[in-house]
């Protein structure tokens, strides 16, 4: 584990508890948010590290240009971040 902070407990907004279902609705302020994505969120994210271990791995594998400039594209990151994607890394920072 990092040795950077944790995401803020936030403040409790709803606790839901209908079996087999259960969740939690929970609201942080702006600068907690922010401060939460910058630290722990990010990495979450886009993995960095797993990105370049994948990259490092499979730059080996490809033969051609063609093949390499494929790889490129699915290993790049994503001009634009789903809302769900976001909740998931949080969700794990969180945790």
Known sequence: ?????SVPAGRLL?????????????????IDLDN????????VLFDEEGMLNSQRILTDVA???????????????PVRIEKWRMGEAIAEAYL
Do not use: H, K, Q
């Open 1 to 5: 584990m990092s040795n950077r902070a």
């Open 14 to 30: 709803y606790t839901l508890r209908e079996p087999p279902c259960s969740g939690t609705g929970i609201e942080w302020s702006r």
């Open 36 to 43: 939460a994505i910058n630290d722990r969120v990010f990495p």
């Open 63 to 77: 033969e051609t240009e063609f093949m390499r400039d494929n790889l490129a594209r699915v290993l790049s990151f």
